[in-house]
Structures are given as C-alpha cells and as structure tokens.
C-alpha cells in the first residue's frame, strides 16, 4: 500500500517537470526571435557616390545647336564690332577701355538673337548701334562697365549726404574718373548708361516685330507699370551681367526707332541732339562698312 500510495506523486512531478522544460524552451525561443528582429540589418559597405550638377547659366541665349555658317557669321561679325569699337576709341584715354573684345562679343550675341530695330536686318546695325550708344556715353570706359561708377558715387552719397554730395571721401584716382563721367550721378547704369529705376520689365515683343509694318510693339517698360509676371531687371543685374543689360538697352533702342522716333525715346525728352548723334554715327558707320558675310 505504501509502495502503490507513492506512485502518484512521481508522477505528477514529472509532469511538473516537462511542463517547465516546454516552457523554458520556449522562452529561449521566443527571446532568439526577438532579438533577430531587432537587431539591425547588416548594411554593405559604404561607397562613395560622386554626382556631376551642370552649372545653371542665368539669362543667356538659350540655343541648342548652332550651325557652322551661323558661327562663322558670329565670328566675322565680332571681328567687324571690334573694329569700328577700335577705330573710335583712340586717344589719350583709350587705355582706360580694356574689355573691348568681351563687349563686342555680347553686343554681337545680342543684336543676333534679339529682335531688330529695322526689319530683315542681319544684326549687323542692331550692333553697330550698341556700339555707337556706348562709344557716346562712356567710351567703352572700364570703371562704368564694371559698376564701378555706381558703388563709388553710391559712396559718395553715404558718406557725405544727397543733399550736399562731396567727392573728397573719393581717392584721386576715382575722382579723376568721375570726371570724366559719374554715371548721370550713380542713377544710370552699364555702358549704355540706362535709368533703371525700380527696375525694367523686357517684354516678349518677338511675334509682335516680326510684322516689318508694325509700329506699336512694346520693347519694354518700368516695374511701375506693372509688372504682369514679367522677370524685372534691375540696375545690378544689368551691371553684373553685360549680356542682359545689352538687350535692354537694344529693347529701348528697338522701340524707339520702329516707332519712328529715332533714339530720341532711349535718350530721353530734350536729348534729341544726343539722340541724333547717336543714330547717325551708326547709320555713317554701315553705310560707308556694310557687313559683308563669306562662307568659308
């Protein structure tokens, strides 16, 4: 009896026993689980990635091919810009004018791929034009196409008041410049010596002058009229970038002489002399040099 009173107990023992053992076990497993999760995913080798960004360019021409002849008539046109530029600017002061070459090379840009003050032009007026409103304004001079002129009398006038301005927190050597010419006070801009103002709007006249007969296209106009979405150029953006000021100054030339007024409207109300002078030195210039294209 006692022997058969004992059994029992053994064997609810060794239940207890496996029943832990199961347990264990799958605790063991469940902890394995866990920590594959969660242990982080075993990354390859870390390279190095190396991505090439063209470089933006802002208001240039956006062409996607050009021909052999069209570069070539590029070429001998810059050649002919340079030097009626060269024939004009001698003298004493022509040392003073040392980007010649890289304005005649925007001007030509420029007058090519801008619409043109006379119908069926080549160009080749448009950019003599350029040429001979700059050549009147400044000679080409350096310290105007660099904005240098503007930044000095803009010191001018922070040092010394608008009221009362005083060259003498000026050097000589800008002083002497400024003699020659201060940039209409500071208030005119680029070589083209244009009045920005609060900024010019270029509009998209293109379609408008294709007609030789049209008349009232609109080249531009000051940000006060509106702006219509328009990208407005102001005077810094004209001075940083010679391009940009050369079609606005071509846009108000443009407008000025379709409409039959000469450049009387790019020189403003009671400059009809200077705007004379201006048109006829180019006018002179073509008519005596005509541009004269040779395929090669």
């Known amino acids: 009896m006692a022997i058969n009173g004992a059994m029992p107990k053994r064997t609810t023992l060794k239940k207890t026993t496996l029943i832990a053992c199961f347990f264990a076990v799958l605790a063991l497993l469940m902890m394995q689980i866990l920590t594959a999760?969660?242990?982080p995913a075993e990354l390859p080798p870390h390279r190095e990635i190396s991505v090439s960004v063209p470089p933006v360019v802002?208001?240039?021409p956006r062409i996607e091919s050009i021909s052999k002849e069209d570069q070539?008539?590029?070429?001998?046109?810059?050649e002919y810009v340079l030097n009626a530029m060269?024939?004009?600017n001698k003298g004493p002061m022509a040392g003073k004018a040392t980007h010649l070459e890289e304005i005649a090379h925007d001007i030509v840009v420029t007058a090519i791929e801008e619409p043109k003050a006379r119908p069926q032009s080549d160009g080749s007026f448009e950019a003599i034009l350029l040429a001979s409103i700059a050549w009147f304004e400044d000679r080409f001079r350096d310290y105007v196409d660099e904005g240098k002129c503007n930044e000095w009398m803009n010191e001018v006038y922070k040092?010394?008041?608008?009221l009362h301005p005083s060259m003498n927190v000026l050097t000589k050597e800008q002083q002497d410049l400024l003699s020659l010419g201060n940039?209409?006070?500071g208030h005119a801009a680029t070589i083209w010596q244009v009045h920005f103002g609060m900024g010019i709007t270029l509009l998209d006249d293109y379609t408008c002058w294709d007609n030789p007969k049209a008349t009232s296209c609109r080249s531009w106009k000051y940000v006060?009229?509106?702006r219509e979405g328009r990208a407005v150029v102001t005077k810094q953006d004209a001075i940083s970038n010679r391009q940009l000021g050369a079609r606005v100054a071509l846009a108000m030339a443009r407008q000025s002489i379709r409409r039959g007024a000469g450049l009387v409207q790019f020189a403003g109300a009671g400059n009809e002399d200077k705007a004379k002078l201006r048109l006829d030195k180019a006018e002179s210039y073509?008519?005596?040099?005509p541009f004269k294209f040779h395929s090669n």
């Open 37 to 39: 999760y969660s242990a």
């Open 58 to 60: 802002i208001d240039e």
């Open 72 to 78: 070539e008539r590029r070429d001998q046109m810059f």
């Open 86 to 88: 060269r024939d004009w």
């Open 159 to 162: 040092k010394s008041g608008y």
């Open 183 to 185: 940039c209409d006070g």
């Open 224 to 226: 006060e009229e509106g």
């Open 286 to 289: 073509v008519a005596k040099h």
